[in-house]
């Protein structure tokens, strides 16, 4: 079991400073137009899977790092880069971690390699779950699988929401209702492959902030995939739903597993916010150092100091907060107090804030599209919103506090 450690070790450290090269040299340099043109930054992703920074592999040695560190390391300093560009590079391990979890090795062997493609024929894929309905509530899912014995072929119908490259997609990794009698239990995870007849693009929006990453609705329309491309396989599906069944009898409570599943990688996307916050705090710090009136740098007046340390305090608390959650994920330790919530709603929440102190400090040039944290704040409104809202947060934290199950 690794020890919990203040600092990185020497090759973290220089995988840090490689990614920090790639998001200062190639990122930032794009991160305007992309936000301008609202479009997947596709020359930015292939320039990130030329040198292996898009990449299964690179992703799979960060995940098993065994102090918990490598994935929330590189969060933050992908988003430190750019909020909408960085999801667009790892919007893709969302479907790549849910086939992870779920999947067979010949299932993961098969279909993870396919949603990046190579440096050459770059691709993505999409995890879709939220839907119109049914977005903090998972139990009100009403996207449909039902199986076609004869044809050993699970037919799909419904309309996914909020997906992260949803319809633009080599592989979509989509949740459905298979026994609605079990709520949030009865749900399983299809693999759609490419090109399938039925699944389409609905409305993509046009969204506040993280505009180069696409997010749109999917449309599944009798969507028919093979049986093998169930997530983990039929047998232990039936396994699965039967003991469900069982437990819902006896009046059981059943811990649901996907709520489980989101306690445990709500740190990557507290890692997010950080890297956001981080860079607005670093921008508004060198306009202060910089900026004169009346003869000298506004950083000397106390009222502008007073909110630098108040932000750098904010962005290294909501840091240790996220480290912690990602080494007790590492090393097994249970989340007993939501630590995972707690991560990320205070990282979420300390990105909206600072953001706006970084306008704030920047005066009227903060307000505009000039200088990079405008934009900042409005990629920030999305972490107390994704992965869970603050509101669900505080709400998980608080049954974790009472002795409740997480539901």
Same mark, same amino acid.
């Given at each position: 079991?690794?020890?919990?450690?203040?600092?990185?070790?020497?090759?973290?450290?220089?995988?840090r400073?490689?990614?920090?090269?790639?998001?200062?040299?190639?990122?930032?340099?794009?991160?305007?137009?992309?936000?301008?043109?609202?479009?997947?930054?596709?020359?930015?992703?292939?320039?990130?899977?030329?040198?292996?920074?898009?990449?299964?592999?690179?992703?799979?040695?960060?995940f098993?790092?065994?102090?918990?560190?490598?994935i929330?390391?590189?969060?933050?300093?992908?988003?430190?880069?750019?909020?909408g560009?960085?999801?667009?590079?790892?919007?893709?391990?969302?479907?790549?971690?849910?086939?992870?979890?779920?999947?067979?090795?010949?299932? /993961?062997?098969t279909?993870v390699?396919?949603m990046y493609?190579?440096?050459?024929?770059?691709?993505?894929?999409?995890?879709?779950?939220?839907?119109?309905?049914?977005?903090?509530?998972?139990?009100?899912?009403?996207?449909?699988?039902v199986?076609?014995?004869?044809?050993?072929?699970w037919?799909?119908?419904?309309?996914?929401?909020?997906?992260?490259?949803?319809?633009?997609?080599?592989?979509?990794v989509?949740?459905?209702?298979?026994?609605?009698?079990?709520?949030?239990?009865g749900?399983?995870?299809?693999?759609?492959?490419?090109?399938?007849?039925?699944?389409?693009?609905?409305?993509?929006f046009?969204?506040?902030?993280?505009?180069?990453?696409?997010?749109?609705?999917?449309?599944?329309?009798?969507?028919?995939?093979?049986?093998?491309?169930?997530?983990?396989?039929?047998?232990?599906l039936?396994?699965?739903?039967?003991?469900?069944r069982e437990?819902?009898?006896?009046?059981?409570?059943?811990?649901?597993?996907?709520?489980?599943?989101?306690?445990?990688?709500?740190?990557?996307?507290?890692?997010?916010?950080?890297?956001t916050?981080r860079?607005?705090?670093?921008?508004?710090?060198?306009?202060?150092?910089?900026?004169?009136?009346?003869?000298?740098?506004?950083?000397?007046?106390?009222?502008?100091?007073?909110?630098?340390?108040?932000?750098?305090?904010? /962005?290294?608390?909501?840091?240790?907060?996220?480290?912690?959650?990602?080494?007790?994920?590492?090393?097994?330790?249970?989340?007993?107090?939501?630590?995972?919530?707690?991560?990320?709603?205070?990282?979420?929440?300390?990105?909206?804030?600072?953001?706006?102190?970084?306008?704030?400090?920047?005066?009227?040039?903060?307000?505009?599209?000039?200088?990079?944290?405008?934009?900042?704040?409005r990629?920030?409104?999305?972490y107390?919103?994704?992965?869970?809202?603050?509101?669900?947060q505080?709400?998980?934290?608080?049954?974790?506090?009472?002795?409740?199950?997480?539901?």
């Open positions: 079991m690794a020890e919990f450690t203040m600092e990185l070790n020497d090759e973290q450290r220089e995988v400073d490689w990614i920090h090269g790639f998001a200062a040299d190639v990122m930032r340099p794009a991160a305007a137009e992309w936000d301008e043109r609202e479009e997947t930054p596709w020359p930015v992703i292939q320039e990130a899977a030329k040198i292996g920074l898009y990449s299964l592999d690179f992703y799979a040695q960060q098993f790092d065994p102090t918990g560190l490598g929330p390391m590189t969060m933050e300093e992908l988003f430190w880069g750019d909020a560009i960085a999801l667009s590079i790892v919007g893709t391990g969302l479907a790549a971690v849910g086939v992870l979890a779920n999947g067979t090795e010949e299932q /993961i062997g279909w390699p396919q493609g190579d440096a050459d024929d770059v691709k993505v894929a999409a995890f879709c779950s939220s839907e119109p309905d049914a977005g903090s509530d998972v139990a009100s899912m009403r996207t449909r699988a199986y076609d014995e004869a044809k050993d072929e037919v799909l119908n419904g309309t996914k929401t909020w997906a992260t490259n949803g319809g633009i997609a080599h592989v979509h989509v949740v459905a209702v298979v026994d609605p009698e079990l709520g949030s239990k749900h399983a995870s299809f693999i759609v492959p490419p090109h399938t007849p039925g699944l389409s693009q609905g409305q993509k046009k969204k506040h902030g993280i505009r180069a990453s696409h997010t749109a609705e999917v449309v599944l329309e009798d969507v028919r995939v093979p049986g093998h491309c169930l997530l983990g396989g039929k047998e232990k039936d396994e699965r739903l039967a003991r469900a437990r819902a009898q006896g009046g059981e409570r059943v811990r649901n597993a996907a709520m489980a599943t989101f306690e445990a990688s709500r740190p990557a996307v507290g890692a997010m916010a950080v890297g916050a860079a607005a705090y670093e921008e508004a710090l060198e306009y202060a150092r910089t900026r004169e009136q009346f003869g000298r740098p506004i950083i000397d007046n106390q009222g502008v100091a007073f909110q630098l340390a108040d932000m750098r305090t904010r /962005i290294d608390a909501a840091r240790l907060l996220v480290w912690r959650a990602s080494w007790m994920a590492a090393t097994g330790k249970k989340f007993e107090h939501a630590e995972g919530s707690m991560s990320k709603l205070f990282a979420s929440e300390t990105a909206k804030e600072v953001t706006a102190q970084a306008i704030q400090i920047l005066g009227g040039n903060g307000f505009t599209r000039e200088y990079p944290v405008e934009r900042m704040h990629d920030a409104a999305i107390t919103i994704f992965e869970g809202t603050s509101e669900i505080r709400l998980v934290i608080a049954r974790a506090l009472a002795g409740m199950p997480i539901r």
